[in-house]
């Protein structure tokens, strides 16, 4: 699912993101990916998902060569990938229904697919009933679980959280976090971007923690908790 060997980024201003990183992810896992603030983890979702390319260092997603695949096939990528933002990034003017159907739309599925798979996925994450709702009609958690519903339908292979707790209280970030647990357990590959320490401690999952640019723990041999 996902390979990184010996990579590291430096931005054009000369900044060092990452120095080195090494780490897999594989099919059916769990996993966060946690450190403070400007410690590399959001360069590392980035690499992920097409967003930057690394300075030097081999990164594969689902298949892909990250170093050397084409801006015309960045689409295909996105399509065994779901994303998830801190800030929704949810179309105003569209309502749930509309919001979650746009993601079909972008990749080409016809109508028909749309009527039946949105429904089913907005079940899934709790949304029944909210169909005809804008996002300014919605508590926080709603719109969260829309974005969720949104990264589902076109059934990714895998789903990266950017700190998805990031403007909900305690108890909604609970129950957000079960929610992609369960996602998980149904099979898809689930990575949590957070600095969140005592959500991610609720949770009996891979920890790969992250400073300066570096890995500095990995639980791939066993459960770890964010220290």
């Not at 996993?31 to 690394?54: C, D, N």
């Not at 089913?120 to 949304?127: A, D, N, R, S």
Request: aromatic share 6%; proline share 4%; no cysteine.
């Amino acid at each position: 699912m996902i390979h990184l060997q010996d990579v590291s980024v430096v931005y054009p201003a000369g900044t060092h993101a990452l120095e080195g990183v090494s780490l897999d992810v594989n099919a059916g896992e769990f996993v966060f990916l946690v450190g403070p603030s400007g410690s590399g983890k959001t360069t590392m979702m980035k690499l992920m998902t097409g967003e930057v390319r690394p300075t030097s260092g081999t990164v594969q997603v689902n298949g892909f060569d990250m170093a050397r695949v084409k801006r015309r096939n960045l689409p295909k990528l996105r399509r065994t990938l779901g994303v998830i933002f801190q800030d929704f990034r949810l179309i105003d003017n569209k309502n749930v229904f509309e919001n979650v159907a746009f993601a079909m739309r972008v990749v080409g599925a016809k109508t028909k697919d749309i009527k039946e798979r949105v429904p089913h996925v907005l079940e899934l994450v709790g949304l029944k009933g909210r169909e005809k709702r804008l996002p300014q009609e919605l508590s926080g958690g709603e719109q969260q679980r829309v974005a969720i519903a949104r990264a589902l339908v076109n059934a990714p292979d895998m789903i990266i959280a950017d700190e998805p707790t990031g403007n909900l209280d305690p108890v909604k970030s609970l129950d957000l976090m079960m929610l992609l647990e369960r996602i998980n357990e149904m099979g898809t590959t689930v990575v949590v971007v957070t600095h969140e320490k005592e959500l991610v401690n609720a949770f009996s999952k891979r920890v790969v923690s992250i400073e300066e640019g570096r890995i500095i723990s990995d639980g791939s041999d066993g459960y770890y908790a964010y220290e």
